[in-house]
């Protein structure tokens, strides 16, 4: 508590020095001093409570598995989430879909809109996966413009195809950028599991052949992923 007392007092002098004209601080000054501040009163006061520390350890393990743009899983929870996949898969003699999607020339959109509209076209993409799947799948953002779907309990090759048209159905719909529709081009790579098998590096690997593969193609197409 002395070094805390310390602290608020030099804070005080230099703020009265402030007003006085003796000294002129820029403003940041006072934010990172406000947020030193905030981190030690946090850490002095929850380090006598180990349980605190505790739930604030939980906290930022979540946060470390979420991107901040889209609240969604990132790549390193998108591949807990297959491993989880590959488990159900084996257990109920099902399929598994690992669909990874990428909005082509994305850089393109931003000059012309803007980085932050950009943002948004993300952001809204991520509401539309997230939309379509079910209780049982799992969405995730794996880099800027690129997307994982991990479609689990799929009983047939045909509801295979059915739901990745389905998911493309949706993603020729326009996007709303300001005032103006906007329809984006997207490749998807697609690895069926048990049909392509092994690790699970393996699986989001074929996943991501399929997808380059598509762009080969010209973009706006999607691939299965096939060994031959």
Not at 166 to 172: G, I, K, L, T
Request: aromatic share 10%; proline share 3%; with cysteine.
């Amino acid at each position: 508590m002395r070094t805390l007392s310390f602290v608020l007092f030099g804070l005080g002098v230099a703020s009265l020095l402030q007003i006085l004209g003796y000294i002129l601080l820029p403003l940041e000054f006072y934010s990172l001093s406000l947020i030193i501040l905030s981190v030690f009163v946090f850490f002095n006061f929850n380090a006598r409570d180990p349980g605190n520390l505790s739930s604030y350890s939980e906290v930022l393990n979540v946060l470390q598995l979420r991107d901040p743009l889209t609240q969604l899983p990132n790549h390193q929870l998108f591949l807990e989430h297959l491993e989880q996949g590959v488990s159900i898969a084996n257990r109920q003699k099902k399929f598994m879909v690992v669909i990874k999607l990428d909005i082509d020339k994305l850089s393109e959109i931003n000059q012309q809109y803007g980085y932050k509209k950009g943002d948004q076209i993300i952001r809204n993409l991520a509401m539309r996966l997230t939309d379509l799947t079910r209780e049982s799948d799992n969405v995730a953002r794996l880099s800027g413009s690129e997307f994982g779907l991990i479609l689990n309990l799929i009983e047939h090759d045909g509801e295979v195809d059915s739901a990745l048209q389905r998911v493309m159905e949706e993603m020729r719909n326009p996007f709303l950028i300001g005032n103006e529709d906007v329809i984006l081009n997207i490749s998807y790579g697609i690895c069926v599991y048990p049909t392509e098998q092994g690790s699970i590096e393996d699986i989001t690997q074929y996943a991501s052949m399929a997808l380059e593969s598509a762009k080969k193609m010209g973009g706006n197409t999607h691939k299965y992923f096939d060994h031959v």
